[in-house]
């Protein structure tokens, strides 16, 4: 998806918790000097410098210090729940702010669910959108399917194929109805991806009358902690 595309798209649904979280997240994401330091941004920078400068409000130091002061806090209390938790709670305490602070609350009321070999979901609880963090070991992702409404997909950490691109930090992917694909983590690092869906995955052959009977991997049951 194009950057003018997805900003359109995010900010007509500005008012779902979801579609905020998903771009509150890519924005963190993308502020990461790894990021930055592509060259695409760097052209971005350029466009940038020859834009007008614009006054600051009266307020603008006090808030931009308590913006600081909050993020500080929450990296402390991330780097407290890392410190007394399992493996994964410390991954979770390395991602993104936004989706970091959603996923510490979703496991204070709610556990990881099994996605399938190799994946594990975390569903988020934001309104009545469906959206996850989902974790996926190198090798590991879901057969062909697609979807019954969009898919959009933030990859957070590591990256991914899907049968017709891959993604990186940073990368949103936009699956429409209709579009098949099988998302598979590259070899190397664990994948993390925040995923926005509109309409349940559509799985083909047998997984898709499994799903069909059982409802999995929609509704999982969820998976012990660990």
């Known amino acids: 998806m194009t950057e003018p595309s997805l900003n359109a798209y995010l900010a007509e649904?500005?008012?779902d918790p979801a579609i905020r979280l998903l771009a509150e997240t890519t924005a963190d994401v993308r502020a990461a000097p790894?990021?930055?330091a592509g060259a695409e941004d760097r052209a971005g920078g350029a466009f940038l410098a020859e834009e007008a400068p614009a006054a600051l409000a009266a307020d603008a130091l006090d808030r931009v210090l308590a913006r600081i002061e909050a993020a500080g806090?929450?990296?402390g209390r991330a780097a407290q729940a890392a410190e007394g938790g399992d493996p994964i709670t410390t991954e979770i305490a390395g991602l993104p702010a936004p989706v970091r602070e959603a996923a510490?609350?979703?496991l204070e009321r709610d556990r990881w669910r099994l996605g399938g070999p190799g994946i594990r979901r975390l569903p988020l609880g934001l309104g009545s959108?469906?959206?996850e963090l989902m974790r996926i070991e190198p090798g590991r992702g879901a057969s062909d399917h697609d979807h019954a409404g969009d898919e959009l997909t933030l990859v957070l950490r590591g990256s991914y194929f899907d049968g017709h691109a891959s993604y990186g930090p940073g990368d949103v992917s936009l699956a429409r109805e209709g579009f098949v694909h099988a998302p598979t983590a590259n070899p190397g690092e664990v994948c993390y991806v925040l995923a926005v869906t509109f309409g349940?995955?559509?799985f083909k052959g047998l997984i898709g009358v499994v799903q069909k009977l059982t409802g999995f991997p929609w509704a999982p049951k969820p998976a012990a902690r660990g």
């Open 129 to 131: 959108t469906h959206c």
């Open 200 to 202: 349940p995955p559509r």
């Open 104 to 106: 510490l609350k979703a």
């Open 73 to 75: 806090a929450q990296d």
């Open 34 to 36: 790894d990021y930055l």
């Open 13 to 15: 649904r500005s008012d």
